[in-house]
């Protein structure tokens, strides 16, 4: 089992951008100290739910601070990044890492953003596919070419190729974020593990999970890479000598954060949108995760592995919204969770 934890740089009522920046490094920087496997960034624009506008970007500078963790985005935006810079900026990394770095990439929402950068609404509703294997063929190709809907270009060679790296991968891995059956079997016919939210409990998971194999093995994968394949569970994570302790210290600060982050988002259509009430879906999270003592969050992270079969977490840790209490959330997960866990 991996654990790792899930940064998305949250900007809580009362602070500023570049606290809540600085809270994301330096709890990157824990994460490694602690002896956690990896750190999830995600990417967010024009709302403060949150503040890294290019987990790319953030993950260049937090591997170039750490020396053993592996970084990953959770996720990059496809629709708002061109495919091919993108592979570009993952070849980069995957070669001056050693390979450290993991791209996770997903479709978004139907934000603003996609006026913003030009793409438009038809980049999320139904261009993602095309997107997601112009990624793939750069990042496996020698040479790539394009004549497709969206992306139409003569052949380039592929510089650098991340497949010349001397590390125990051809290229960097890529994980998608996956919120319905359609992700899921996108997912399973590239061979790609899933990365799920939050939101969503056990048994949605391990139904996600037996949906991937099977479609996995429609498509012809090998029954060891399908039952190897390393999908990832995002969640929450605080810890406290008591379980209402834990919960007390997310329902004070989390539903403030969630209010002003998610009211922030303006579709690009105008389409209404509904939004969850911030202190229930606090309590949901709390119930989900592993949110109490280390035995708690040991035995309930175990659970989770055992009911669906991921092996890997990204946990948020930041739910208090301050940094000396999610340095210590971080250090007593590196502690007291994870020797209970190996």
Not at 93 to 119: A, I, K, N, Q, Y
Request: hydrophobic share 45%.
């Amino acid at each position: 089992m991996y654990v790792g934890s899930f940064v998305l740089g949250a900007q809580f009522p009362g602070q500023g951008p570049g606290e809540a920046l600085h809270r994301a490094v330096r709890s990157a920087e824990v994460a490694e100290e602690a002896g956690l496997d990896a750190v999830w960034l995600a990417e967010h624009h024009f709302v403060p739910y949150g503040t890294c506008p290019s987990a790319i970007t953030l993950a260049a500078y937090l591997l170039g601070r750490t020396h053993r963790i592996r970084v990953g985005t959770a996720v990059s935006v496809l629709p708002t990044a061109h495919p091919v810079a993108l592979g570009e900026q993952a070849a980069l990394l995957h070669l001056t890492s050693g390979g450290r770095f993991t791209l996770g990439v997903g479709r978004g929402g139907p934000w603003v953003d996609l006026e913003v950068f030009g793409t438009g609404l038809g980049a999320y509703e139904h261009g993602f596919p095309e997107s997601l294997d112009l990624l793939l063929r750069w990042l496996r190709e020698p040479r790539v070419a394009a004549d497709g809907e969206r992306f139409r270009f003569r052949e380039v060679p592929v510089v650098p190729r991340p497949s010349e790296a001397l590390t125990e991968a051809p290229g960097p891995e890529v994980v998608i974020a996956c919120t319905s059956p359609a992700s899921v079997r996108m997912a399973a016919e590239r061979g790609l593990p899933m990365l799920l939210g939050m939101h969503v409990g056990d048994e949605e998971k391990a139904e996600m999970v037996a949906l991937w194999r099977r479609c996995a093995r429609a498509a012809g994968w090998p029954e060891e890479q399908i039952t190897d394949a390393a999908h990832v569970s995002a969640g929450v994570c605080q810890l406290a000598d008591r379980r209402t302790d834990a919960a007390e210290t997310l329902l004070k600060a989390m539903p403030g954060w969630l209010k002003q982050g998610l009211e922030a988002h303006v579709t690009v259509d105008g389409r209404a949108r509904t939004m969850r009430d911030p202190h229930a879906y606090t309590e949901l999270l709390c119930g989900l995760h592993p949110v109490g003592t280390p035995r708690l969050a040991a035995d309930r992270l175990a659970a989770t592995s055992e009911r669906t079969g991921i092996s890997r977490f990204a946990l948020l840790v930041e739910g208090s919204g301050d940094l000396a209490a999610t340095e210590e959330n971080l250090r007593r997960l590196g502690a007291e969770v994870l020797p209970q866990l190996r």
